[in-house]
């Protein structure tokens, strides 16, 4: 999903999740719906949890300190959260580092949508073909 540079990513996780598409090795419809969610501490919100609970989606998401801090005031229980999942995350981050490697990309220099986008899918293209 492309947004405007200043917007947070968080306000789209939902679409892009909706967008997922997966397709099967055999015949049927692609699957929709991942089994787990890792995401940083921007996506912990109560409403993104809700959301993925609907769905029946497993969210391994750090809690931001004043998140925590407001659960004991409450007396609400932690969310669960398991570190040995959560540092499989970096695959992810790397990638993104590596996107911004490509002054174009961290800068958005290119304002047009169309034009950006396109220079993503170049340089993620290259990466996976250098890899």
């Not at 917007?7 to 929709?32: H, K, L, Y």
């Not at 501490?41 to 993925?52: D, E, I, N, Q, V």
């Not at 609970?53 to 004991?72: H, N, P, S, W, Y």
């Not at 959560?86 to 990309?105: A, K, T």
Request: hydrophobic share 35%; aromatic share 6%.
């Amino acid at each position: 999903m492309l947004t405007g540079g200043n917007r947070n990513d968080c306000t789209q996780a939902e679409a892009v999740i909706d967008a997922i598409r997966v397709a099967r090795s055999g015949p049927g419809r692609p699957r929709v719906r991942p089994d787990r969610v890792v995401a940083g501490k921007g996506y912990s919100a109560r409403s993104f949890r809700a959301y993925l609970r609907r769905r029946g989606t497993k969210a391994t998401i750090a809690e931001r300190v004043d998140q925590l801090a407001g659960r004991a005031r409450r007396g609400e229980r932690r969310c669960g959260f398991d570190k040995t999942v959560h540092r499989r995350r970096n695959v992810v981050e790397r990638c993104f580092h590596r996107l911004e490697q490509w002054r174009g990309i961290a800068t958005r220099y290119d304002k047009h949508p169309n034009r950006y986008q396109a220079a993503i899918t170049l340089a993620s293209t290259l990466i996976w073909l250098d890899t």
